[in-house]
């Protein structure tokens, strides 16, 4: 089955969704070493702070701007995808830009970015 565009950019906000929540995951694990690994991580824009353990002082600052921006992207990416947002077609451009920032993410938690599905 062919789907048309506004479906494949659902799919690809979804996708960006998922992978914010699983650098959060690793980030958690990351930081906090618990001796039961998490699965799944609930409140995902709250706990995105916990990057901001995984660099030195003198980068904090820029994390922090990082994180504000992921945020920025989940919330967006959450409103897309729970109907909550006219945008029901996000242009390329726009998820372009999320895709960057969450490489961004990835990198400075440590995962591998996984190439897009078209």
Same mark, same amino acid.
């Given at each position: 089955?062919?789907?048309?565009?506004?479906?494949?950019?659902? @799919?690809?906000?979804? /996708?960006?969704?998922?992978?914010? /929540?699983?650098?959060? @995951?690793?980030?958690? +694990?990351?930081?906090?070493?618990? /001796?039961?690994?998490?699965?799944?991580?609930?409140?995902?824009?709250g706990?995105?702070s916990?990057?901001?353990?995984?660099?030195?002082?003198?980068?904090?600052?820029?994390?922090?701007?990082?994180?504000?921006?992921?945020? +920025?992207?989940?919330?967006?990416?959450?409103?897309?995808? +729970?109907?909550?947002?006219?945008?029901?077609?996000?242009?390329?451009?726009? @998820?372009?830009?999320?895709?960057s920032?969450?490489?961004?993410? /990835?990198?400075?938690?440590?995962?591998?970015s996984?190439?897009?599905?078209?």
């Amino acid at each position: 089955m062919k789907l048309n565009t506004a479906s494949r950019r659902r @799919i690809e906000v979804f /996708e960006l969704r998922l992978r914010i /929540e699983l650098a959060t @995951i690793e980030a958690y +694990h990351r930081v906090c070493q618990p /001796e039961n690994p998490l699965l799944f991580i609930n409140n995902v824009p709250g706990r995105l702070s916990i990057v901001i353990g995984l660099v030195p002082p003198e980068e904090v600052m820029e994390a922090a701007g990082l994180v504000r921006l992921v945020r +920025h992207v989940y919330g967006r990416a959450s409103d897309i995808l +729970h109907g909550r947002s006219s945008m029901v077609d996000a242009p390329a451009v726009i @998820i372009d830009e999320w895709c960057s920032i969450v490489e961004r993410l /990835e990198t400075l938690v440590g995962v591998r970015s996984t190439t897009p599905s078209n």
